[in-house]
């Protein structure tokens, strides 16, 4: 025992000793090397690239390729009886019904529609924070689309001579429809109606508007496309010039995992619209427009998903129903557009 004390001290004492030599050589050393060495000390003082220049590179690209088919486009379908309308100044004819003038009123506006192609349904785990201070993780389902502005707008234009122009005392022109190229305001809304049995009417029904998430936006650009800026549903609200397209992302939480069937609605795709003024809605005194339903016209995409509640995955999800169009325009959830 009394070996092992002294020895162990005596290592003990060799180690300091050692170390204490080559701290004091090293300190003679350093100021006799090169200034090649100093170099990485002051290289760490300059500072770090701009971020603005990192984020400027991520925008531009170089963008990753995607296989054939994985962006699926929905065609173009602006209609020429779009452009106008009919419908009884109810207002006036509530104030005197005599006004034949005020019956069949023809209303026209231009018509326009952006090119809309998106990639299949996904999902990604995201930690949420919470009000309480504290992050839970979340399934994301989310949906990258891409809008264009074709350019193509529908005018209609009172410039067609009629052939018997020649009788009228007001000398009238028929409209005609005139194709103009314009940028067009984009205001986005998606939508999920999703139900837990494959036959309609049947199970329950719910309905998710999509949420802003911006903690997951990093996460899903950096699986898709790194270098590839997505906006979110408030900012891609602004002007699309003609021939630019802007890639955007929706994204939805809490989505009930029972759910096997369920339809995306986009809204704000065109400016279509319809109104109907219900059969005595409107009484002298009221409001302007009381009892009026705007239709807007809505894309609908349909999707289902044969897979169970306790494995929610994206493989499993399908683009169109059976025994129902992949996609079709409405007038929104429970509503028609034709």
């Given at each position: 025992?009394?070996t092992f004390?002294?020895?162990r001290?005596?290592?003990?004492m060799?180690?300091?000793?050692?170390?204490?030599?080559?701290?004091?050589?090293?300190?003679?050393?350093?100021?006799?090397?090169?200034?090649?060495d100093?170099?990485?000390?002051?290289?760490?003082a300059?500072?770090?690239?701009q971020?603005?220049?990192?984020?400027?590179?991520?925008?531009?690209?170089?963008?990753?390729?995607?296989?054939?088919?994985?962006?699926?486009?929905i065609p173009?379908?602006?209609?020429?009886n779009?452009t106008?309308?009919q419908?009884?100044?109810?207002?006036?004819?509530a104030?005197?019904?005599?006004?034949?003038?005020a019956?069949?009123?023809?209303?026209?506006?231009?018509?326009?529609q952006?090119?809309?192609?998106?990639?299949p349904m996904?999902?990604?785990y995201?930690?949420?924070?919470?009000?309480g201070?504290?992050m839970?993780?979340k399934?994301?389902w989310?949906?990258?689309?891409?809008?264009?502005?074709?350019?193509?707008?529908?005018?209609?234009?009172?410039?067609?001579a009629?052939?018997?122009?020649?009788?009228?005392?007001?000398?009238?022109?028929?409209?005609?429809i005139?194709e103009e190229?314009?940028?067009?305001?984009?205001?986005?809304e998606?939508l999920?109606?999703?139900?837990?049995?494959?036959?309609?009417?049947?199970?329950?029904?719910?309905?998710?508007p999509?949420r802003?998430?911006?903690?997951?936006?990093?996460?899903?650009?950096?699986?898709?496309?790194?270098k590839?800026?997505l906006?979110n549903?408030?900012?891609?609200?602004?002007?699309?010039?003609?021939?630019?397209?802007?890639?955007?992302?929706?994204?939805?939480?809490?989505?009930?995992?029972?759910?096997?069937?369920?339809?995306?609605?986009?809204?704000?795709?065109?400016?279509?619209?319809?109104?109907?003024?219900?059969?005595?809605s409107?009484?002298?005194?009221?409001?302007?427009?009381?009892?009026?339903?705007?239709?807007?016209?809505t894309?609908?995409?349909?999707?289902?998903?044969?897979?169970d509640?306790?494995?929610e995955?994206?493989?499993?999800?399908?683009?169109g129903?059976?025994?129902q169009?992949?996609?079709?325009?409405t007038?929104g959830?429970?509503?028609?557009?034709?």
């Amino acid at each position: 025992m009394q070996t092992f004390k002294i020895n162990r001290g005596y290592y003990s004492m060799v180690r300091l000793f050692t170390f204490l030599a080559l701290a004091t050589f090293s300190a003679w050393l350093s100021p006799t090397l090169p200034a090649q060495d100093a170099k990485p000390a002051a290289e760490a003082a300059k500072p770090a690239p701009q971020k603005a220049d990192a984020e400027k590179g991520r925008e531009q690209g170089p963008f990753r390729k995607l296989a054939p088919y994985v962006l699926t486009k929905i065609p173009q379908e602006t209609e020429v009886n779009e452009t106008f309308s009919q419908h009884d100044a109810v207002e006036l004819l509530a104030a005197d019904p005599k006004y034949d003038w005020a019956k069949e009123i023809t209303y026209r506006h231009q018509i326009w529609q952006l090119e809309f192609e998106f990639k299949p349904m996904r999902m990604i785990y995201v930690d949420i924070p919470q009000s309480g201070g504290k992050m839970q993780r979340k399934l994301i389902w989310y949906m990258i689309y891409t809008v264009k502005n074709t350019g193509k707008v529908l005018v209609p234009v009172q410039d067609q001579a009629l052939p018997y122009e020649k009788e009228l005392t007001d000398k009238q022109k028929a409209y005609v429809i005139k194709e103009e190229t314009q940028p067009i305001r984009f205001f986005p809304e998606f939508l999920i109606e999703g139900s837990n049995r494959m036959k309609e009417g049947d199970g329950f029904a719910k309905i998710y508007p999509d949420r802003v998430i911006p903690i997951a936006v990093g996460p899903i650009q950096m699986r898709e496309d790194p270098k590839r800026k997505l906006l979110n549903t408030v900012e891609m609200c602004r002007e699309v010039a003609v021939g630019e397209t802007l890639w955007g992302v929706a994204t939805w939480e809490d989505i009930d995992p029972r759910i096997v069937r369920f339809s995306v609605y986009v809204t704000g795709l065109t400016n279509a619209y319809r109104w109907k003024d219900a059969p005595g809605s409107y009484k002298a005194g009221d409001p302007i427009g009381k009892g009026r339903q705007l239709i807007k016209k809505t894309l609908k995409l349909n999707f289902w998903r044969p897979g169970d509640e306790y494995f929610e995955h994206e493989e499993a999800i399908r683009y169109g129903i059976p025994g129902q169009p992949d996609y079709q325009w409405t007038g929104g959830p429970g509503l028609k557009w034709q």
